[in-house]
């Protein structure tokens, strides 16, 4: 199994920012796109963000130029670097990776608790 484990959440003011991470551990025996997913009280969940092993990265619409994903393979890590948060972008943020526990284990999704950003004056 894969575990992924979040951190860096917490209030913040409009205009502020935040870093995330997001570090997978466990059985691992390769990991494909990692990426980050928001859910806002009364919405379903979304996608923030995501990038592939090699690097090529795609953003939602709304943090475009304000959000920037990176991360390290050798850590087995993503990160989020938040900017310029707005009151809308509070929301739990959950961390996703699409990864492989073994060599001839299926592909699948696996999903982080959670963190809470809240962004408010």
């Known amino acids: 199994q894969v575990q992924l484990v979040e951190s860096g959440g917490g209030l913040v003011q409009p205009g502020g920012s935040l870093s995330l991470s997001c570090a997978a551990s466990?059985?691992?025996?390769?990991?494909?796109?990692m990426g980050w997913y928001r859910q806002a009280p009364g919405k379903q969940r979304e996608l923030v963000a995501t990038?592939?092993?090699?690097?090529?990265?795609n953003y939602a619409d709304s943090v475009k130029g304000r959000f920037t994903i990176s991360r390290d393979n050798a850590k087995n890590t993503v990160y989020l670097q938040t900017n310029s948060l707005k009151p809308e972008d509070t929301a739990v943020y959950y961390c996703?990776?699409?990864?492989?526990?073994?060599?001839?284990?299926?592909?699948?999704?696996?999903w982080g608790q959670g963190t809470q950003v809240t962004v408010s004056s």
């Open positions: 466990g059985s691992i025996f390769s990991i494909r796109t």
């Open positions: 990038i592939t092993r090699g690097g090529s990265t």
């Open positions: 996703n990776a699409q990864a492989k526990a073994s060599m001839t284990g299926q592909l699948r999704d696996y």
